[in-house]
């Protein structure tokens, strides 16, 4: 319904205006995707075996490439540029023509920028088995690999700005705004944490570290996510955004308030009290642009719900609002100082940084990739069934992952702060809750595997459908 009222409002547009249909190819959108969800898939055997060390820490422990110290930054890297953010680049790459009613500037300079991502990607996956790293959280890439990242992301920046500046419709949706943040953003955040940090150290190099990281989260995945999330419930519902400038609110506030919240990972350490206090304070005003973006996606479906029922891209993105509002709150709660005292350094960071990454902003991906995959390779979705499964494996190994790490972290942050209690000893308590997250973790990747192979097999199904 939502295709043919959007058909039918194009036909109208080209009645009046006289202008020719616009026919996206949509080369480098398929190239994105499809490279994404093998890297996803990939990284996914990665991550089983590292929860798997967790709980049999002899596991591979002879081979060097399959050391924990090697694998965990391939686990992070490849999830996190592999996976979610080319995925995310897919996708900006069909949204944004259509949302300016133009084809993409360039295909040829878009199809270039999916080959150098993936030879960024391979390059990864190689030196950081082989133990060559720069030792930095998330920037754990060789200098020569954050400079082709650098290269890379100008060429999809140009060619996203001049598809936006070249637009035939002058009013821009909120998701353009938030894909014109992310590139923006993205060049100042992978700069200070990838190249900044090379001239800074102790204190000051951890500061620019933990900026980078918490901001790679916030203002490089966050205004990604929500820009899918804004383009894909609508479309997915085939109802109108519930308000344009509530929309703007949660943009604009989101740009002034997230940059300042990274050094709430370092509080109780040595940096002044005064940035710890104005990491709290800002981390507590994150609640503005959360909450604007979540009333105004609910209330978009409000007295629509049940159509979650059988619509798997939009049981998908609803389930990111509600993981995206669930992280949102962790994290100003966790940046208070008497919490952080408990929770800092503990399983519940990952447990928190996975339901973000994970079920919120992977989610949004997954969803925005079920959406489009019949409409670029113009034939029906493999199995919806096997949609669904991936959904609840997806939702079931997310849950099970993200609470029992927090409750097992916060039980974690008790034991180290009671000095009666001998370190090793809090490590042997956690065997149960890393038993746990090893299965949980497969069936998360059970979720991978049934949505990889749908991805596959409808891509396969458009030669049977030319054929036919």
Known sequence: MADANAQDRATEIQRVTGAEPVVHED?????????????????????????????????????????YGRMRPLHVNGMLFGWLLACD???IFYLVPRLCGVKIWSEKLGLATAALWNVIVLGAVVSLLMGWTSGLEYAELPLPLDVLVVVAWIMFGVNIFMTIATRRYQQMYVSIWYIMGTILWTA???????????????????????????NAVGLIFTP??????????????????????????????????????????????????????????????????????VFNLFSTIKGHWHEMG???????????????????????????????????KTDWIPGHAHMAVLGAFSFFAIAGTYYI????????????????????????????????????????????????????????????????????GILMFAGIVCFAYNVLATALGEKKALEA
Request: net charge positive.
């Open 27 to 67: 080369l480098t959108v398929k190239w994105f995707l499809l490279s994404s969800v093998a890297y996803f898939f990939i990284v996914g055997i990665i991550a089983i075996i590292i929860a798997a060390k967790f709980v049999w820490p002899e596991l591979l422990s002879t081979v060097a490439m399959f050391t």
């Open 224 to 293: 990604a996510g929500l820009a899918l999330a804004y383009y894909f419930i609508p479309r997915s519902s085939n109802l109108p955004l519930h308000s344009h400038k509530l929309s703007m609110i949660g943009f604009w506030s989101l740009a002034f308030v997230y940059v300042w919240t990274g050094a709430h990972h370092m509080l109780h350490g040595p940096i002044s009290q005064w940035l710890q206090t104005i990491a709290i304070a800002f981390s507590v005003m994150l609640i503005i642009p959360v909450w604007a973006v």
């Open 89 to 91: 680049m897919g996708l």
């Open 373 to 440: 995959l019949p409409r670029i390779f113009r034939t029906p979705l493999h199995s919806q069934p096997l949609a669904q499964w991936s959904y609840w494996f997806f939702m079931s190994g997310g849950l099970g992952f993200f609470v029992t790490l927090w409750l097992g972290g916060f039980w974690q942050g008790w034991q180290w702060n009671n000095p009666a209690i001998p370190f090793i000893d809090t490590v042997i308590a956690l065997g149960p809750v890393w038993l746990v997250r090893f299965f949980s």
């Open 310 to 344: 059988e619509n798997v891209p939009l049981k998908f993105l609803m389930s990111g609002v509600v993981f995206y509002l669930l992280t949102c709150f962790q994290g100003p709660m966790h940046s208070l100082r008497a919490v952080n005292a408990i929770v800092s």
């Open 188 to 214: 100042f955040v992978y700069l200070t944490g990838n190249f900044a940090t090379l001239f800074a150290t102790g204190v000051n190099q951890a500061n620019l570290n933990w900026m980078y990281v918490h």
